[in-house]
Nanobody, 111 residues
Framework: VQLQASGGGLVQAGGSLELSCAVS????????LGWYRQAPGKQREFVASITSAGTTHYTDAVKGRFTLSRDNAKSTMYLKMNKLKPEDSAVYYC??????WGQGTQVTVSS
């Protein structure tokens, strides 16, 4: 398995969750990594990315609330999600923006 996502769950609006994605070393050291999400009935959408040098980009909807980071020693990236809103509810997928995807982890935010 190249990417293994974890950390989803159920949280109230305004709460926080942290997603993790364990990444194979070869991908971790080479690729820009990040997260997409897909809500029921909607297309998969970009959430955030981080380059191998640590430069991050976020979709406007999560700027200021989500923080993406990477731990080089653990070959793992983390998506810290604060001030969660019901519209953040979706299945979150980590990816190398090439052809590799994690299995998805459900995030549900109740109002």
């Amino acid at each position: 398995v190249q990417l293994q996502a974890s950390g989803g769950g159920l949280v109230q609006a305004g709460g926080s969750l942290e997603l993790s994605c364990a990444v194979s070393r070869s991908l971790f050291d080479t690729y820009t990594l990040g997260w997409y999400r897909q809500a029921p009935g909607k297309q998969r959408e970009f959430v955030a990315s981080i380059t191998s040098a640590g430069t991050t980009h976020y979709t406007d909807a999560v700027k200021g609330r989500f923080t993406l980071s990477r731990d080089n020693a653990k070959s793992t990236m983390y998506l810290k999600m604060n001030k969660l809103k019901p519209e953040d509810s979706a299945v979150y997928y980590c990816s190398d923006f090439d052809s590799n995807w994690g299995q998805g982890t459900q995030v549900t935010v109740s109002s």
